[in-house]
């Protein structure tokens, strides 16, 4: 197996999604319907949010929609914010998440390096958050690109931004892995004509993800064995 370059989705691959995000969204919900437990309700709802056990439900949208999109459902039970702001806010309080990495990172991409292999990531979250994350990871400057859904370049299922990652670092669509927790991920990786690599730090399940997926693993620290067989 050639692989010369990995694109890695964020939340639910490089990032454990429930450890990251089910508390965090308590948290927004709860202020956003400012005391007003029949929005909070609604909001929950919209978004597939279990309020009783604070955590999201395998269907909702947050998992591998954009900001945008998810601003879209949540703006009808926020009337104090327009649409455009919401989403502004969503990104604004992501980038301030308490992150849990799926693996410790910095070996992991260092590992990776030493390989000669380009690292990039694709998230459906914003750019300047997933930079936040990436930072505040100690990771930021070993990734080579870092594309956003507001990065330009279009969002995943898409196969835009993952193609633009391949003309930003010249590496060959058919020698790229897409490595990512979500179908989303393995859509557009397929559609980039792309490896894909599904993990199951998301919510996804192996059964959801297999029939995508050129190999299914439980997380990203298991690639490199992938890569050696």
Same mark, same amino acid.
């Given at each position: ?27 927004? &919900?709860?202020?956003? /319907? !400012?005391?007003?437990? +029949? ?12 309020? =009783?056990? /604070? ?6 949208? @947050? ?5 945008? !999109? ?7 039970? @926020? $009337?104090?914010?327009?649409? !455009?702001?919401? /989403?502004? *806010? &969503? ?6 998440? +308490? ?14 390096? #030493? ?5 990039? @990531?694709?998230?459906?979250?914003? +750019?300047?958050?997933?930079?936040? *994350? ?20 279009? #969002?995943?299922?898409?196969?835009? $931004? ?25 859509? /557009? ?20 993800? +297999?029939?995508?997926?050129?190999? @299914?693993? $439980? ?8 890569? =050696?067989?």
């Amino acid at each position: 197996m050639t692989i010369s370059a990995l694109l890695f989705d964020k939340d639910g691959t490089l990032f454990d999604f429930a450890r990251t995000w089910n508390g965090w969204s308590m948290s927004v &919900l709860t202020g956003l /319907a !400012e005391g007003d437990a +029949e929005r909070l309700a609604a909001m929950a709802a919209a978004i597939s949010y279990d309020l =009783d056990v /604070a955590a999201f439900r395998p269907d909702s949208i @947050v998992i591998a929609g954009t900001n945008a !999109e998810v601003a879209e459902r949540l703006s009808p039970f @926020v $009337p104090q914010m327009s649409e !455009e702001a919401l /989403a502004a *806010h &969503l990104i604004q309080t992501a980038g301030q998440a +308490e992150i849990a990495q799926a693996v410790p990172l910095a070996p992991f991409l260092d590992g990776l390096k #030493a390989r000669g292999l380009k690292v990039g @990531v694709m998230t459906n979250d914003g +750019e300047s958050s997933a930079r936040s *994350h990436l930072s505040r990871s100690g990771v930021l400057e070993r990734f080579d690109m870092v594309i956003g859904a507001d990065s330009g370049f279009g #969002a995943k299922p898409d196969p835009d $931004p993952l193609l633009a990652f391949c003309s930003h670092t010249g590496a060959d669509p058919k020698t790229t892995a897409m490595v990512g927790d979500s179908r989303h991920d393995l859509i /557009a990786g397929r559609a980039a004509g792309m490896r894909t690599i599904g993990v199951l730090t998301g919510m996804a399940t192996r059964a959801d993800l +297999e029939d995508l997926a050129d190999v @299914v693993l $439980p997380d990203i620290g298991h690639i490199p064995d992938w890569l =050696d067989r």
